[in-house]
C-alpha cells in the first residue's frame, strides 16, 4: 500500500501565497505520475496539476502562470506552489499518485485532502 499526506493548507488573503506538500510513504516500488486535484463545495473535483518522474507538467487553465508543481522523486514527494490566489480558488486540495506497491499492480492513490480557503 502507498500512503500520501498533505500538508500546507490554511486561509490566505486573495493575492497571497501558499505551498502544499505530500508525501508518500508505505511499500513503494514506483511512481510515475504525481498530482494535485482540488474539490470546492458543491463542485466535482477537477484537476490542479499533474507531474511525472520526468518532470512533464499539466497545468489546468484557471491557474496556470499562478501555480508550480514540483517533485523530489528520491523523498517521493511532491509540492504545489501557488501565487496569487484568489477567492476562486478556495477549495479542499488532493495529492494524487498513479504508483506500484511491493507486489502490487498499480492504481491511483489519493491523500486525505487538505482545505484552502483564500478570503478577500
Known amino acids: 500500500q502507498v500512503q500520501l499526506v498533505e500538508s500546507g493548507g490554511g486561509l490566505v488573503q486573495a493575492g497571497g501565497s501558499l505551498r502544499l506538500s505530500c508525501a508518500a510513504s508505505g511499500r513503494i516500488f514506483n511512481i510515475n505520475t504525481m498530482g494535485w486535484y482540488r474539490q470546492a463545495p458543491g463542485k466535482q473535483r477537477e484537476l490542479v496539476a499533474t507531474?511525472?518522474?520526468?518532470?512533464?507538467?499539466n497545468y489546468a487553465d484557471s491557474v496556470k502562470g499562478r501555480f508550480i508543481i514540483s517533485r523530489d522523486n528520491a523523498k517521493n514527494t511532491v509540492g504545489l506552489q501557488m501565487n496569487s490566489l484568489q477567492p476562486e480558488d478556495t477549495a479542499v486540495y488532493y495529492c494524487?499518485?498513479?504508483?506500484?506497491?511491493?507486489?502490487?499492480?498499480?492504481?491511483?492513490?489519493w491523500g486525505q485532502g487538505t482545505q484552502v480557503t483564500v478570503s478577500s
Open positions: 494524487a499518485a498513479d504508483a506500484w506497491a511491493v507486489l502490487v499492480p498499480a492504481k491511483w492513490y
Open positions: 507531474i511525472t518522474t520526468g518532470d512533464t507538467t
